[in-house]
């Protein structure tokens, strides 16, 4: 049983930067695509990221192209996801996951595809 477990949030200001990391146990992570989403307070849970198990394929939002770049190191069973230029709008509660079995890659930013999330890292960007 694959579980998830995020880490790396924090409190940072406006225009700087962290590295948020999933890591797996329980399962190896090669065997997984992963996304990352993302959950403000009072909105819905939103994609940021996504990478397929080899790292062939990669996908950002409008909102965090350009800015974002999600990585894996299959050795160390752990995605990443590098933040840089964070803005307040990009404080919420950061997620990774992976999909249900027969996923389709083009579906990564619906949520609904995923099965397996991690318990969150929350993630405040100040003014």
């Known amino acids: 049983q694959l579980q998830l477990v995020e880490a790396g949030g924090g409190l940072v200001q406006s225009g700087g930067s962290l590295r948020l990391s999933c890591a797996a146990s329980?399962?190896?992570?090669?065997?997984?695509?992963i996304g990352w989403f993302r959950q403000a307070p009072g909105k819905e849970r939103e994609a940021v990221s996504f990478?397929?198990?080899?790292?062939?394929?990669?996908g950002y939002t409008d909102a965090s192209t350009g800015r974002f770049t999600i990585s894996r190191d299959n050795a160390q069973n752990t995605v990443y996801l590098q933040m840089n230029s964070l803005k307040p709008e990009d404080t919420a509660v950061y997620y990774c996951?992976?999909?249900?079995?027969?996923?389709?890659?083009?579906?990564?930013?619906?949520?609904?595809?995923?099965?397996?999330w991690g318990q969150g890292t929350q993630v405040t960007v100040s003014s």
């Open positions: 996951a992976a999909p249900r079995a027969n996923f389709e890659e083009d579906s990564w930013a619906q949520a609904q595809y995923y099965e397996s």
């Open positions: 329980g399962s190896t992570i090669r065997n997984y695509d």
């Open positions: 990478i397929t198990k080899t790292g062939a394929r990669v």
